[in-house]
């Protein structure tokens, strides 16, 4: 690499090998019976990844600073010829580490901060009683490494201030180990919903431990919806056990992990609105936002999903790089009566990086149409 030096190619061949190494190591372990502490496996991991994400931009910018001293060289000879260029190289080095370690650093600050995303939706044959129930959506939370506990609260707090009816968690909630499990849960007990809060798994959710997360979920009085449904009433209070009558249905399904994982059950929509009264509005939470055109179908009104944290990068031009995996990346879409919310999540997978993609929470009002 001709705008590397020697031992800026040697840095890049030792990240790489870190890079490797680093996950399979921390499998291993777990493979072996050896399950860090919460708190011992977050530190490892974000002085791995504060360290992987700074030496990346470290090169960047030593790569830049070795093409900007060459120019000079270049254009002023002269200018150059009478300093000493070591010192230039040396002061340039020290102010990109420098920039480096700051910059991801805040990288990584700035990824957690939410914005409030606010949605009127018009719900044919929502009761006039229902006009203006009110949905806080959050997903993919990633709840470990980069997302602690006590910076949840404060999310949750947020959510408090929305008002919710209801509040609603659309999968990849615990970021895969499950020492992240109880720290979790722990802040579930924050939030301060009208009614209720619901939730759905989602992949990663299977991956730590889907009976595990929904179990610690409903001790604290999370309703998770694993292919089931709630039923509102007029009074918009949920009405328990099968009933004739309703206002609005909240359906919730499984990711199609679960079918490798736990009980093996998957999506499954017919049996998550199986005994729901007929004719009234459905609302359906699905952690991946495919099962939109499906949804639909089964006459779901409103479907809320996540999974794509929307890209994490959106490139200006380009676009969403969630594009290459589903034709719904972030934000609304509407097929005739049916509506879609997909949420750009919380946390993040991979570096801890968002470029043009914020963290959400997101505040969605029914309004009968």
């Known amino acids: 690499m001709p705008w590397l030096s020697h031992w800026q190619e040697r840095l890049l061949d030792l990240l790489i090998v870190v890079f490797l190494v680093t996950p399979v190591a921390l499998f291993l372990l777990r493979r072996n019976g050896v399950h860090l502490t919460a708190s011992r496996l977050r530190t490892v991991m974000y002085a791995f990844t504060l360290w992987h994400l700074a030496s990346w931009l470290l090169l960047a910018l030593l790569a830049a600073v070795r093409g900007t001293v060459n120019l000079w060289r270049r254009r ?55 006009d203006g129930f009110t949905l806080v959506q959050v997903s993919d939370l990633h709840v470990g490494i980069f997302l602690f506990q006590r910076e949840l609260e404060r999310v949750f707090d947020q959510v408090n201030d ?26 579930t007990e924050r939030l301060r919903p009208r009614q209720l809060s619901l939730a759905v798994l989602g992949n990663h959710d299977f991956y730590t431990g889907g009976r595990d997360v929904a179990a610690s979920l409903e001790k604290r009085g999370v309703r998770v919806l694993r292919n089931q ?11 328990e056990g099968r009933s004739p009558v309703g206002a609005l249905v909240i359906g919730g399904i499984d990711d199609p992990a679960g079918r490798y994982y736990d009980d093996g059950v998957g999506a499954d929509l017919t ?62 879409y509407r097929d005739g009566a049916s509506h879609l919310y997909v949420n750009r999540g919380l946390g993040v997978v991979g570096l801890p990086v968002r470029l043009n993609c914020p963290a959400e929470v997101t505040r969605l009002v029914l309004r009968t149409a």
């Open 162 to 187: 929305l008002a919710p009816d209801i509040a609603v968690m659309t999968g990849d909630l615990v970021d895969n180990s499950p020492a992240f499990i109880r720290p979790f849960a722990r802040a």
């Open 76 to 130: 002023y000879p002269d200018v150059v010829a009478s300093a000493d260029r070591r010192a230039l190289l040396g002061a340039g080095m020290a102010l990109a580490a420098t920039s480096a370690l700051g910059g991801a650093g805040l990288l990584i600050k700035r990824t957690r901060e939410p914005r409030v995303e606010e949605l009127v939706i018009p719900v044919p044959g929502l009761m006039p009683s229902l």
């Open 271 to 332: 049996r998550a609105f199986d005994g729901s009264p007929y004719r009234v509005p459905r609302v359906l939470l699905s952690h991946r936002p495919d099962y939109f055109p499906v949804a639909r179908q089964h006459g779901v009104v409103l479907t809320l999903s996540g999974h794509t944290h929307g890209g994490q990068l959106v490139v200006p031009l380009l676009g969403s790089a969630a594009r290459v995996i589903t034709p719904f990346p972030a934000g609304y």
């Open 229 to 239: 449904h709630v039923l509102i009433g007029p009074d918009r209070r949920v009405i």
